[in-house]
């Protein structure tokens, strides 16, 4: 009965041309199914990242799910699954919530609703505290990627963010017997473009990309190359443990396919608004939402450590680096058809002087409370002044910490193996990195988009430079003006 309810409700709160969509894709979702006669013995999985468009997602399938039980007195087994990460606010955490109590998921026993944290898989409990290593796995990312790329958005925060996504399918898709479907919203069309994509950057970072027809199965598995390669790259060749805890899970059935709702569904947010905001009671919070993310507090630091970058390592003023970061990021809000209203607000955000400083303040605090980093580390990485031999190190000592000037050749020393116990700690402090990840830094290379890649193969080159998500401006290097090509990046 109470499923009757629910799917009566979400009918109303639905967008009008997604309802009868609903049955459409109800047909098809049913003629995919392996088990057609005893729909329970099917399990179909959703992602539920925790934005306003997989809140959408999540609603329109309860939909379908619905839908199959109110055709043939039973449906399959739906799995919801979150993937958390340190870039993840509570706030987020209570708009999934919201989203299962508005759909009745709790109560549903043809429900399961999964949070996968790292390579744990856990029932969702929306108030579980953040685990202490998942927040080290993912800081020490951050760092390690940001010291090789002036704390590029994109550098420091996405790519090994994308990769643990990537294995967070792997993982919630073999769990408890599997699952026999995987819904997406993105089109067949993207999904082909997307899997060419990974192929083509393995084959040019020197990899053998796995058998096209192994489908998602093969496409986790040149995934797992990859991430082996980039961590390899970022964290050194010799840290095994690492590369390990970061591989991508492709053990999933060959079979094992996806399907898409994207012709059904109304993914433009502006004509699902009602469903969001009145029935999954979603609310677009200042610390979750930010930029074209929903439920990722990361581009509100992507943006501090642009304005970071320009105020200290360019001698600038951090309201012209935050200036550059919000020109780009609005830019790409509209080419992602957010609602002009959600553009306005965004912009009136970061509109005036009180503005900007008041969201300095809370990209700081978020750094330090979400990551453990203090001002006085993020201003180090966007220095990079330990990567690629230290090229950048007289220059950051120079600026941020000049009674630190006469030891340069004692750093320099201590970075290339030698021991020093005086100046070992204060290096910590200064980058919250420990001396071994100095010295990976100092042996490694640092990214320059005029770094010649063509002999030996760099997987962070290859994905910073084929980036959709980055835009070349005109930035001014130092106080006097001096103007040269820059990258901006993020999300």
Same mark, same amino acid.
């Given at each position: 009965?109470?499923?009757?309810?629910?799917?009566?409700?979400?009918?109303?709160?639905?967008?009008?041309?997604?309802?009868?969509?609903?049955?459409?894709?109800?047909?098809?979702?049913?003629?995919?199914?392996?088990?057609?006669?005893?729909?329970?013995?099917?399990?179909?999985?959703?992602?539920?990242?925790?934005?306003?468009?997989?809140?959408?997602?999540?609603?329109?399938?309860?939909?379908?799910?619905?839908?199959?039980?109110?055709?043939?007195?039973?449906?399959?087994?739906?799995?919801?699954?979150?993937?958390?990460?340190?870039?993840?606010?509570? %706030? #987020?955490?209570?708009?999934?919530?919201?989203?299962?109590?508005?759909?009745? !998921?709790? +109560?549903?026993? @043809?429900? =399961?609703? &999964?949070?996968?944290?790292?390579? %744990? #898989?856990?029932?969702?409990?929306?108030?579980?505290?953040?685990?202490?290593? !998942?927040? +080290?796995?993912? @800081?020490? =990312?951050? &760092?390690?990627?940001?010291?090789?790329?002036?704390?590029?958005?994109?550098?420091?925060?996405?790519?090994?963010?994308? !990769?643990?996504?990537?294995?967070?399918?792997?993982?919630?898709?073999?769990?408890?017997?599997?699952?026999?479907?995987?819904?997406?919203?993105?089109?067949?069309?993207?999904?082909?473009?997307?899997?060419?994509?990974?192929?083509?950057?393995?084959?040019?970072?020197?990899?053998?990309?796995?058998?096209?027809?192994?489908?998602?199965?093969?496409?986790?598995?040149?995934?797992?190359?990859?991430?082996?390669?980039?961590?390899?790259?970022?964290?050194?060749?010799?840290?095994?443990?690492?590369?390990?805890?970061?591989?991508?899970?492709?053990?999933?059935?060959?079979?094992?396919?996806?399907?898409?709702?994207?012709?059904?569904?109304?993914?433009?947010?502006?004509?699902?608004?009602?469903?969001?905001?009145?029935?999954?009671?979603?609310?677009?919070?200042?610390?979750?939402?930010?930029?074209?993310?929903?439920?990722?507090?990361?581009?509100?630091?992507?943006?501090?450590?642009?304005?970071?970058?320009?105020?200290?390592?360019?001698?600038?003023?951090?309201?012209?680096?935050?200036?550059?970061?919000?020109?780009?990021?609005?830019?790409?809000?509209?080419?992602?058809?957010?609602?002009?209203?959600?553009?306005?607000?965004?912009?009136?955000?970061?509109?005036?002087?009180?503005?900007?400083?008041?969201?300095?303040?809370?990209?700081?605090?978020?750094?330090?409370?979400?990551?453990?980093?203090?001002?006085?580390?993020?201003?180090?990485?966007?220095?990079?002044?330990?990567?690629?031999?230290?090229?950048?190190?007289?220059?950051?000592?120079?600026?941020?910490?000049?009674?630190?000037?006469?030891?340069?050749?004692?750093?320099?020393?201590?970075?290339?193996?030698?021991?020093?116990?005086?100046?070992?700690?204060?290096?910590?402090?200064?980058?919250?990195?420990?001396?071994?990840?100095?010295?990976?830094?100092?042996?490694?290379?640092?990214?320059?988009?005029?770094?010649?890649?063509?002999?030996?193969?760099?997987?962070?080159?290859?994905?910073?430079?084929?980036?959709?998500?980055?835009?070349?401006?005109?930035?001014?290097?130092?106080?006097?003006?001096?103007?040269?090509?820059?990258?901006?990046?993020?999300?």
């Amino acid at each position: 009965m109470l499923r009757t309810t629910i799917l009566a409700d979400l009918r109303k709160a639905l967008p009008e041309r997604d309802v009868p969509a609903v049955e459409e894709c109800a047909t098809r979702l049913y003629e995919s199914l392996p088990d057609q006669d005893d729909l329970g013995r099917n399990t179909v999985m959703v992602a539920y990242g925790g934005g306003k468009d997989s809140a959408y997602a999540v609603a329109f399938v309860r939909a379908v799910h619905l839908a199959l039980a109110e055709r043939y007195g039973d449906t399959f087994q739906l799995r919801v699954v979150t993937m958390r990460h340190g870039g993840m606010p509570y %706030q #987020v955490m209570l708009n999934i919530d919201r989203t299962y109590r508005a759909l009745d !998921l709790y +109560e549903d026993s @043809r429900v =399961d609703l &999964l949070l996968i944290e790292g390579n %744990q #898989v856990r029932p969702f409990e929306r108030d579980r505290p953040m685990p202490h290593r !998942l927040i +080290e796995f993912n @800081r020490t =990312d951050m &760092l390690m990627s940001g010291h090789r790329s002036y704390g590029d958005g994109r550098a420091t925060f996405c790519n090994a963010c994308n !990769l643990n996504v990537a294995n967070s399918f792997g993982v919630a898709a073999r769990h408890d017997n599997g699952v026999d479907l995987i819904i997406t919203g993105d089109s067949p069309q993207e999904q082909r473009d997307y899997a060419l994509w990974i192929r083509k950057l393995a084959r040019d970072a020197g990899l053998k990309p796995a058998d096209s027809r192994k489908g998602f199965k093969g496409t986790l598995e040149t995934l797992n190359g990859l991430a082996t390669a980039y961590f390899q790259e970022i964290h050194g060749s010799t840290d095994v443990e690492r590369s390990q805890e970061r591989r991508v899970t492709s053990d999933v059935p060959v079979a094992l396919q996806f399907f898409s709702i994207y012709d059904y569904t109304s993914y433009a947010s502006g004509a699902h608004w009602r469903l969001l905001s009145d029935f999954l009671g979603f609310v677009f919070d200042e610390i979750a939402f930010n930029f074209t993310e929903s439920d990722c507090a990361n581009p509100a630091l992507m943006a501090h450590l642009r304005g970071l970058r320009t105020e200290r390592a360019y001698g600038r003023t951090y309201a012209e680096g935050i200036g550059q970061y919000v020109d780009f990021a609005l830019e790409l809000m509209r080419r992602k058809n957010f609602p002009e209203h959600l553009v306005e607000e965004m912009r009136r955000r970061y509109e005036t002087e009180d503005g900007v400083e008041h969201m300095r303040k809370v990209a700081g605090e978020y750094a330090e409370d979400a990551f453990g980093l203090t001002t006085t580390q993020l201003v180090c990485m966007v220095y990079s002044p330990f990567a690629g031999g230290a090229v950048h190190l007289r220059e950051f000592l120079a600026g941020e910490h000049p009674h630190l000037l006469m030891d340069e050749d004692r750093i320099r020393a201590l970075l290339t193996g030698e021991d020093d116990r005086l100046l070992a700690p204060q290096l910590e402090r200064i980058s919250g990195l420990s001396v071994n990840d100095l010295r990976v830094l100092h042996d490694g290379v640092l990214w320059s988009p005029r770094t010649d890649i063509s002999g030996q193969a760099r997987v962070l080159h290859r994905v910073m430079v084929t980036d959709p998500h980055q835009k070349t401006i005109t930035a001014k290097r130092n106080p006097e003006g001096e103007e040269m090509l820059d990258r901006v990046a993020g999300r």
